[in-house]
């Protein structure tokens, strides 16, 4: 069979496959991702979960999403927040509206439930950015976002961000300290080990819990994407 083009490559890559296509064999590699994960902490249950990269276009904020719809199939309740308050793609993902969101629910201009959005996935909500704010680390580091943390925790099973690649700024290690546990994605033949050790040991720098690896962007022979789990 002929290889995908860049373009539809491209395409399949930015797509809601779980949703769209639960029973295509990427779906099935989310699937296992997911019960990897559930098996990754069999002493406390994961409430929060980041997910980062290395550095932009390796992934990640497609893989955070098709991750939250697998736990949502999972009938867990599941919000999904866009804490790339630099470079936010979930409204796009999603097709949601951004005038308001995250940052300003941080600055106290609204409440969590003005600003959480339905989607088209049952069981998933949707905290999109908003505004992109001048000061993102301090934001993100402020005793508001933890208060969003311990509030959206008596409404929803799982806490999934979306958050800025490690070596371009600090505000995945700052969120990392109040996460149950940091999702690491690389791309293949695009991430070199070199890149991806320096972003674990900024990582292990703030005492993060790393839960494992997501090798994204690796085509089998039939052309499809594979995601692996590994610590």
Known sequence: MARKSTV???????????????????SEQYR????NLEFSAVDKELTTIAVTS???????????ANLAVTFAQQSKKVLLIDADLRKPTVHYTFRTNNTFGLSNL?????????????????NLDV??????????SELLGSKAMRQLVE?????????????????????SQVLSQFVDGVLLVIRSKVTDKDTAIR???????????????VLNDREADEGNYHYYYGN
Not at 199 to 213: D, P, S
């Open 127 to 136: 905290l999109t950015c908003g505004p992109v704010p001048p000061n993102p």
């Open 151 to 171: 509030n959206a925790k008596e409404s929803y099973d799982l806490i999934i961000f979306d958050t800025p690649p490690v070596l371009a700024v600090t505000d």
């Open 8 to 26: 539809q490559r491209a395409q399949q890559h930015r797509s809601l496959v779980t949703h769209d296509q639960p029973k295509s064999p990427i």
């Open 54 to 64: 290395s550095n932009p276009s390796e992934g990640k904020s497609l893989t955070t």
């Open 199 to 213: 972003a674990k040991e900024l990582l292990n720098q703030t005492h993060a819990n790393i839960l494992g690896t």
């Open 32 to 35: 296992t991702l997911r019960t």
């Open 106 to 122: 941080l600055v106290g201009d609204h409440a969590l439930e003005q600003v959480v959005q339905d989607v088209r996935v049952d």
